[in-house]
Nanobody
Framework: QVQLVESGGGLVQAGGSLRLSCAAS????????MGWYRQAPGRQRELVAT???????NYADSVKGRFTISRDNAKNTVYLQMNSLKPEDTAVYYC????????????WGQGTQVTVSA
C-alpha cells in the first residue's frame, strides 16, 4: 500500500535551518494536496503548511516568512524548508498527503523529530 516516509529532522540551534522531506511510495495514481503538521509534547497536532496539486500554498501564521513548502511531483515528494528556526518550532513533524490509488485516501508519515536549541 501507500507509505509516506519523512526524513531530515534533527537538532539545530536557534536561527538555523533544516529541510524535511517526505516521499510517498506505492501504487499511486496521483497526489492531491500535501502538507506538514507538527506536534509538540503535551500539545495537539497542528497544521504547519500545505500545498495543493496546483502548488498553491498555505502556512500557519507562526511560520510564515520562515518556512517554505514545495513538492516534486516526479518524485512524489514534499519538502519543508525551515529557516530561522526557533525553540518553539521543536516538535515531531508529520507529512500528510491526499492520494489517489484505487481509491482516495489521506495518509500520514511516521514523523520526524525536530529539536531547536536556544
Amino acid at each position: 500500500q501507500v507509505q509516506l516516509v519523512e526524513s531530515g529532522g534533527g537538532l539545530v540551534q536557534a536561527g538555523g535551518s533544516l529541510r524535511l522531506s517526505c516521499a510517498a511510495s506505492g501504487i499511486i495514481f496521483s497526489i492531491n494536496a500535501m502538507g506538514w503538521y507538527r506536534q509538540a509534547p503535551g500539545r495537539q497536532r497542528e497544521l504547519v503548511a500545505t500545498i495543493t496539486s496546483g502548488v498553491s500554498t498555505n502556512y500557519a501564521d507562526s511560520v510564515k516568512g520562515r518556512f517554505t513548502i514545495s513538492r516534486d511531483n516526479a518524485k512524489n515528494t514534499v519538502y519543508l524548508q525551515m529557516n530561522s528556526l526557533k525553540p518553539e518550532d521543536t516538535a515531531v513533524y508529520y507529512c500528510n498527503a491526499d492520494i489517489n490509488t484505487f481509491t482516495h485516501h489521506t495518509y500520514w508519515g511516521q514523523g520526524t523529530q525536530v529539536t531547536v536549541s536556544a
